[in-house]
């Protein structure tokens, strides 16, 4: 199409932020870090190169996944434990944060709950930033590799990507089957994955990951979760995912709680206050 004359004026508009967010909630990092620091660890789950597997974690304490081996990303879903219908909501967290989460930042909940789930309290890759490509750490712009593309691209069958590896594991967890657990597995918060949009025609992009042996990002659980992670087969996603060809490692998630009285009044936070009269 021909361009506008006024194209250029068009373009030039500045952009508004959708949701200022100076009004959100504020976590008590200061709160929070007092009371890692007097935490004890009570369980651990080695996630496998290209599997996935669950964990809990009760509201008021502490998990933290780390890379052990090597470069790895993972594939984090979290729901409500006492609740499925409640999970992560990566677009709303993108929306109110924007396309990468780190310290201070926080995982919300579908609606109707709209409220904070897990709250990362310390990233050891937050020092990456953004980089010259666009490329940032933690992104919530990705959705999962999946069997589904795989085959629209490439007519593959391979069941190793992360919603089958998450599928299977929420299946296991719950006792029920595959169709079953398969529409609770939703979109993710891609650990340690470093991705962005290219500039010229906005595709979504990953590259290597600077994630190295010993890197970890710890979370406060808000809520009582119930989490899944996968190892995913991209490894450190430096060429490709959803294949055998990357090299993988392991993911290891730890679970800390803390000691009694270390949280204070500390309450977990309330389903959303909208009254959902909707008009009517």
Known sequence: MTQPADAAERRAIKPVICYPN?????????????????????????????????FRVPAGNFFRISSVEGPQVGDLN???????SERF??????????????????????????RPMATIIDDSLDWYGIDEFGGSVHDVIGTRC????????????????????????????LGVSLQEAEPHVHDVLNVFMCTGFTRDTG???????????????EFFAEINLLGAMSACPGGDCSAEHSSDTAACYPM????FAPAEGALGNWQSPPLN?????HGR
């Open 22 to 54: 100076e009004t959100l909630p504020v976590p008590d990092l200061e709160l929070y870090r007092s009371a890692r620091a007097t935490a004890i660890k009570t369980g651990e789950v080695l996630i496998q190169p290209r599997e996935a597997d669950t």
């Open 78 to 84: 979290l729901w409500n434990a006492d609740d499925i």
């Open 89 to 114: 909501y990566p677009g709303k967290s993108r929306a109110l944060h924007g396309t990468h989460l780190t310290t201070g930042e926080r995982m919300w909940t579908s609606f109707p709950g709209l």
């Open 146 to 173: 999946d069997p589904y593309t795989g085959n629209l691209l490439s007519g593959s069958q391979y069941h190793h990507c992360c919603h089958s590896n998450l599928t299977r594991a929420l299946a296991d967890e």
């Open 203 to 217: 595709q979504y992009f990953m590259k290597a990951s600077p994630v190295r042996p010993g890197d970890y990002i």
């Open 252 to 255: 290891l998630v730890e679970m």
């Open 273 to 277: 206050g909208y009254d959902r009269s």
